[in-house]
């Protein structure tokens, strides 16, 4: 959770344990002021009939009843505006009571999709590391079997050398053996 967040949940948490220390005062305020400003406004006490002299009239200046009446208007108004703005709290309330918990649930996902993506990434090296293994190995295999297949030829050459010389000196001994045959021969004169 970011520092800044963590500060405003302390405040809001400080807040509200301070309006609940203080809630039984602010509940009985708020009903005296419910019952006052629902009540019925007092109308203005008339003028006395029984004096013949009609008064002169003079600038009007506001009665006591007059800022009793505008008192209570004002306290009305209030209160409509603190019910309303009431309702939006609550509102905001549960809005961020919602988004704490989403807040929460995608800080869990994400520390969940970080650890799968760290041993994906671990794998991954793995793998790679494998497969740079099993490459050098294919690569020597290769590398032995060009030169198996260099050593065969040149015996397969070595092996036909070795059969015409053997030919040859098979023949060359052959004719050695048929002239000492044949001077054999000659000799004990059996022709």
């Given at each position: 959770m970011t520092d800044w967040l963590e500060q405003y949940s302390a405040a809001l948490d400080v807040r509200d344990a301070r309006e609940k220390a203080h809630k039984p005062y602010i509940d009985a305020y708020t009903k005296l002021a419910d019952r006052t400003a629902s009540l019925p406004t007092a109308s203005p006490i008339p003028p006395s009939t029984a004096s013949p002299k009609p008064t002169p009239a003079?600038?009007?200046t506001p009665t006591p009843t007059d800022d009793l009446t505008t008192l209570r208007t004002d306290l009305a108004t209030t209160q409509r505006a603190r019910m309303h703005l009431q309702s939006r709290l609550q509102t905001l309330q549960t809005t961020h009571s919602t988004l704490l918990t989403t807040h929460t649930t995608t800080l869990t996902t994400l520390s969940t999709l970080q650890k799968q993506l760290q041993t994906l990434e671990r794998r991954l090296k793995d793998k790679e590391a494998e497969i740079k293994g099993k490459a050098s190995l294919v690569e020597n295999a290769q590398d032995e079997m060009v030169?198996?297949?260099?050593?065969?030829?040149m015996a397969e050459q070595k092996r036909e050398e070795v059969e015409r010389e053997n030919e040859m000196l098979v023949e060359r001994w052959m004719r050695r053996v048929g002239e000492e045959a044949?001077?054999?021969?000659?000799d004990s004169r059996w022709e």
């Open positions: 003079k600038p009007s030169a198996l297949q260099l050593q065969l030829n044949e001077r054999v021969n000659r």
